[in-house]
């Protein structure tokens, strides 16, 4: 991408930070699947001596392949994405044990730079604007695992619409292409688990 | 839309629903028109024996069967722990559905 927009076409607008796979703000379609550009290496996707590179499918483009991120944000927020404590600074930290069931869902589901690849796969999301889609929900989900956490019925509430968890059709289109090997899906499944017993238990 | 194992999966739960539904109201007809009398029974098992209608019934079994595999397959996401044996999920609702068709084929 650097090259061409160096030597071949200066006006090529594009996105890219950190070039180490940390940052998110790369990724695009790279013929016809989302990934992450800084960490894919061209002769891997290259077919027939061709390579398509488009931008993110699911989301409005800006220029060339920037897209506009915003409604993938705002869903983050939409689904409770904020961690929300009950501990206060004044008291001594919460003590959460690494290999507690609950840990290491969290654990599983963490690790996400926020690229939309997954948003971008997910054909529900194509099919219903209003889906939370992959990555708010496994937000969602780590909090919802997140012992420290006060806000998780609200959260649940929050997830538990009609664009929300129930809609996943287990394309897993997500797990199959999040270059952090998540599985939303999983995070997703989860969230399905937690709201039926909520509801079960009058929570909700 | 992205194919691979996880979509074909869906699609394949997705029609043989679609599928199914549309042959109920046909399945209701034949057991409605059985009911009627000895005779119309007897005219439907004779219609049941013809090849074409022998084909299409497998095809039914055949459809259940993946049918149940998908679903059951959606309830083995939803409600076990898993990570990483969702293609072996998949390869047991297709081997589901597969097995019963050939047990099916083999005792028509």
Same mark, same amino acid.
């Given at each position: ?204 | ?15 043989? /629903?679609? =599928?199914?539904? $549309?042959? &109920? ?12 009398? %000895?005779? *119309? ?28 595999? /998908?679903? =059951?397959?959606? $309830?083995? &996401? ?12 998949? %390869?047991? *609702? ?15």
């Amino acid at each position: 991408m650097t090259h061409i927009q160096r030597v071949l076409d200066p006006t090529l607008a594009y996105r890219f930070a950190c070039r180490v796979g940390m940052c998110g703000s790369c990724a695009m379609t790279v013929n016809g699947v989302a990934r992450w550009t800084c960490r894919t290496h061209v002769d891997k996707v290259v077919k027939n001596d061709r390579m398509e590179i488009a931008p993110l499918r699911n989301l409005p483009v800006i220029r060339d392949l920037v897209t506009d991120m915003r409604e993938f944000f705002d869903k983050w927020a939409k689904a409770k994405g904020q961690f929300s404590g009950r501990l206060t600074k004044n008291e001594d930290f919460q003590k959460v044990k690494p290999d507690s069931l609950e840990r290491v869902a969290v654990d599983a589901g963490i690790e996400c730079i926020g690229c939309a690849v997954c948003y971008s796969s997910c054909d529900v999301v194509s099919w219903n604007p209003d889906y939370l889609g992959p990555a708010a929900l496994n937000r969602a989900w780590t909090l919802v695992k997140d012992e420290r956490d006060s806000k998780k019925i609200e959260r649940l509430r929050a997830v538990a619409g009609d664009a929300g968890c129930h809609s996943c059709h287990t394309h897993m289109s997500c797990t199959e292409h999040c270059p952090k090997q998540i599985s939303p899906t999983a995070g997703i499944a989860g969230l399905k688990r937690e709201v039926s017993l909520a509801l079960f238990r009058k929570a909700l | 839309m992205n194919v691979h194992t996880g979509t074909l999966a869906a699609f394949v739960h997705r029609v043989s /629903g679609i =599928l199914l539904t $549309l042959f &109920l109201p046909v399945h209701f007809y034949a057991i409605g028109t059985t009911l009627q009398s %000895a005779a *119309a029974f007897d005219a439907l098992l004779v219609w049941t024996q013809m090849p074409l209608v022998k084909f299409g019934e497998w095809g039914i079994v055949v459809l259940l069967a993946a049918h149940l595999g /998908g679903g =059951l397959r959606v $309830l083995a &996401l939803e409600f076990l722990p898993w990570r990483d044996w969702q293609k072996t999920l998949v %390869a047991c *609702a297709a081997a589901i559905a597969l097995a019963v068709g050939l047990v099916f084929a083999l005792a028509l």
